[in-house]
């Protein structure tokens, strides 16, 4: 026979809800890492230029420098507001641990409202920022590609 129950719904819901939270994590460091690394590869690029790029290589060079430096930006930003939320998860399991039966206090009932409301907010900044990330090295890595293009284009014609 079996000796151990099957999770119930609630187990199972956490149990995906981290396996959600490790895969965005994953995903905020891999397009962090990536970003960081595409702009060394844009810096050996200059280091190691003959010459001087032309005004549009030049050009769409800055602009992706742009777009990775805010990528890399939007991906710690996204660490410290998830750090955060999970910092008011536990203030709100710990207020429910600390308070199990129906709460009337006025003063408690405050400080939980504010803290849904905080918790909230940095999840809906989490989660739009989260999206932005990618599209920003997308962005970044797509005009990196065509300043290196514009400067070694001939060479892929032989």
Known sequence: MNENPPPDREQRIKHFQNINAGNVTNMVNILLTLSV????????????????????????????????????????????????????????????????????????????????????????ATNILIYVQPALFLVGFGCLAVSVFITHGAKLLW
Do not use: Q
């Open 37 to 124: 690394g595409v702009v060394a590869f844009a810096v050996n690029i200059l280091v190691n230029s003959k010459g001087h790029l032309d005004c549009s290589a030049s050009a769409w060079m800055i602009v992706s420098f742009v777009f990775l430096f805010s990528d890399a930006l939007v991906g710690i930003t996204i660490l410290f507001t998830r750090l955060e939320d999970y910092r008011r998860t536990i203030d709100a399991a710990k207020m429910m641990r600390d308070h199990p039966e129906p709460v009337t206090d006025e003063r408690l009932i405050k400080k939980a409202i504010a803290l849904k409301k905080t918790a909230d907010r940095l999840n809906r």
